[in-house]
């Protein structure tokens, strides 16, 4: 079965040999480059369940980091729940630890080719502000102090300016496998893992979580993005004890 960027792809490649056609004056139908696909083509399409990390793996696997990197890269990804595009667009100036409680400002993104983009991301509701715990606040604040000359784009400092897209995956998967957990998919679990999280302790309204990660509905990260991470087990079986005790 072909999957969505495929189809796109197959799309936008005959639409340039309609191009050629045209400039070689062969005789073709120029509506074709008219066509766009409507707004519900593709719904229902990758409804292939979304891996997701146990909950135990990510936290040995965030807080057994010791290169200064990962440990940075790893916790601001699981807490956070930011886009991979968006977590490498990080700057200093996004940083505010003096705030309380400390919070990362998302404002620019990087493209597909980690090229910095300025004030640029995937829609008007990424554009967001996003509370930290005390503990990754000491985290960045160490690791923006290890970095003496860190990469710059234009007046910005990068947080994580040395890190593009696949290093980040490399990354990830080297120091899961290390610790003898099967990993997939780079960076992007995190995101599933930081949002499944919040809403199984039921410590944000839909509205604060909406506005945590940059959303403007629920609809899609409730179908796609939640597992259940299995983190009340013992209050669960208490309760089932408990259930027709007299």
């Given at each position: 079965?072909?999957?969505?960027?495929?189809?796109?792809?197959?799309?936008?490649?005959?639409?340039?040999?309609?191009?050629?056609?045209?400039?070689?004056?062969?005789?073709?139908?120029?509506?074709?480059?008219?066509?766009?696909?409507?707004?519900?083509?593709?719904?229902?399409?990758?409804?292939?369940?979304?891996?997701?990390?146990?909950?135990?793996?990510?936290?040995?696997?965030?807080?057994?980091?010791?290169?200064?990197?990962?440990?940075?890269?790893?916790?601001?990804?699981?807490?956070?729940?930011?886009?991979?595009?968006?977590?490498?667009?990080?700057?200093y100036s996004d940083i505010d630890l003096k705030s309380?409680?400390?919070?990362?400002?998302?404002?620019?993104?990087?493209?597909?080719?980690?090229?910095?983009?300025?004030?640029?991301?995937?829609?008007?509701?990424?554009?967001?502000?996003?509370?930290?715990?005390?503990?990754l606040a000491l985290i960045l604040k160490a690791w923006m102090k290890a970095q003496p000359?860190?990469?710059?784009?234009?007046?910005?400092?990068?947080?994580?300016?040395?890190?593009?897209?696949?290093?980040?995956?490399?990354?990830?998967?080297?120091?899961?496998?290390?610790?003898?957990?099967?990993?997939?998919?780079?960076?992007?679990?995190?995101?599933?893992?930081?949002?499944?999280?919040?809403?199984?302790?039921?410590?944000?309204?839909?509205?604060?979580?909406?506005?945590?990660?940059?959303?403007?509905?629920?609809?899609?990260?409730?179908?796609?993005?939640?597992?259940?991470?299995?983190?009340?087990?013992?209050?669960?079986?208490?309760?089932?004890?408990?259930?027709?005790?007299?």
């Open positions: 079965k072909l999957g969505k960027k495929s189809i796109r792809d197959a799309v936008a490649n005959f639409k340039l040999f309609v191009k050629y056609c045209q400039s070689r004056q062969w005789i073709i139908d120029r509506n074709i480059l008219d066509f766009k696909f409507p707004k519900n083509f593709f719904q229902g399409e990758n409804t292939k369940p979304k891996w997701m990390p146990k909950y135990q793996d990510v936290v040995k696997l965030v807080n057994s980091a010791k290169d200064p990197l990962e440990r940075a890269l790893f916790h601001t990804a699981a807490e956070t729940g930011v886009r991979l595009n968006e977590l490498l667009g990080l700057t309380r409680p400390a919070l990362i400002h998302t404002n620019h993104s990087t493209d597909k080719w980690n090229n910095f983009r300025e004030n640029f991301l995937k829609t008007a509701s990424s554009k967001r502000r996003v509370e930290i715990s005390k503990s000359f860190p990469k710059k784009a234009g007046q910005y400092r990068l947080l994580f300016g040395t890190v593009s897209k696949k290093m980040a995956a490399r990354r990830v998967k080297r120091a899961a496998k290390a610790l003898g957990i099967d990993w997939k998919n780079g960076i992007s679990p995190f995101r599933k893992f930081s949002f499944s999280f919040l809403k199984d302790q039921q410590a944000l309204t839909d509205k604060q979580i909406m506005r945590r990660f940059g959303w403007s509905n629920m609809d899609t990260p409730n179908k796609w993005y939640y597992r259940d991470l299995d983190t009340n087990k013992d209050q669960r079986l208490a309760a089932i004890d408990k259930m027709l005790l007299n």
